[in-house]
């Protein structure tokens, strides 16, 4: 059974750090593509951030290019999004997700993607 378990969200003030972690279990999650979504009441769930499974190569969405960084730990069935100079348009709650084709993340199917974590919520607010 595939299951994924996030942490680290919580509150944060403008400006500061969370770094977002996703332990996959139940396949082989090297062989998987990573990607990170958000989403807010009301609306889509939002691309962030992709890593692929054979060279990391990483994709960003235009609003968190050079805040966030999408890293894996392959030896620990590991996702990570480390997301720095927070602003309050990045509260959300956020989805780590895997698929076997990273062009799934490329293309932006999101309703493609084969396995979704619960979520983690992130509020970034003073």
């Known amino acids: 059974q595939v299951q994924f378990v996030e942490s680290g969200g919580g509150l944060v003030q403008p400006g500061g750090s969370l770094r977002l972690s996703c332990v996959g279990s139940?396949?082989?999650?090297?062989?998987?593509?990573w990607g990170w979504f958000r989403q807010t009441p009301g609306k889509e769930r939002e691309f962030v951030a992709a890593?692929?499974?054979?060279?990391?190569?990483?994709r960003y969405a235009d609003s968190v290019k050079g805040r966030f960084a999408v890293s894996r730990d392959n030896t620990k069935n590991t996702a990570y999004l480390q997301m720095n100079s927070l602003e309050s348009g990045d509260t959300a709650k956020y989805y780590c997700s895997a698929d076997l084709n990273y062009l799934t993340y490329v293309r932006g199917d999101t309703y493609r993607v084969q396995y979704w974590g619960q979520g983690t919520q992130v509020t970034v607010a003073s």
């Open positions: 139940g396949f082989t999650l090297n062989a998987y593509s």
């Open positions: 890593i692929s499974d054979r060279d990391s190569l990483t």
